[in-house]
Nanobody
Framework: QVQLVESGGGLVQAGGSLMLSCAAS????????MGWLRQAPGKEREFVAA????????GYVDSVKGRFTVSRDNAKNTVYLQMNSLKPEDTAVYYC?????????????????WGQGTQVTVSS
């Protein structure tokens, strides 16, 4: 069993930055792809970014390319999402998830374990 805990969310003005962290416990994440998904009020959950177990491959939804960067530190069992140039439409609850089959693409990533989510609010 894997427990995932997100942190780093908050309120930021448009154009600002936030870094989300996701710490894992219970099992090493070294062999899993890790991803970030988000859900805005009244909308379906959507894929944001993911990274392969080695860190060599990443995938992003088009709307965040060039603004968000996903990374991981397997020694710390932690994955990060650096979010720059934030927009009001980035407002959502952000969830960390793992894919035990190392799928990291926007169309293939499947969350097998999930965190509880962290709120990101971007004001205009």
């Amino acid at each position: 069993q894997v427990q995932l805990v997100e942190s780093g969310g908050g309120l930021v003005q448009a154009g600002g930055s936030l870094m989300l962290s996701c710490a894992a416990s219970g099992r090493t994440l070294s062999w899993y792809a890790m991803g970030w998904l988000r859900q805005a009020p009244g909308k379906e959950r959507e894929f944001v970014a993911a990274i392969s177990w080695s860190g060599r491959n990443t995938g992003y939804v088009d709307s965040v390319k060039g603004r968000f960067t996903v990374s991981r530190d397997n020694a710390k069992n932690t994955v990060y999402l650096q979010m720059n140039s934030l927009k009001p439409e980035d407002t959502a609850v952000y969830y960390c998830a793992s894919d035990i089959n190392n799928n990291w693409g926007p169309m293939t990533f499947r969350g097998d374990y999930w965190g509880q989510g962290t709120q990101v609010t971007v004001s205009s």
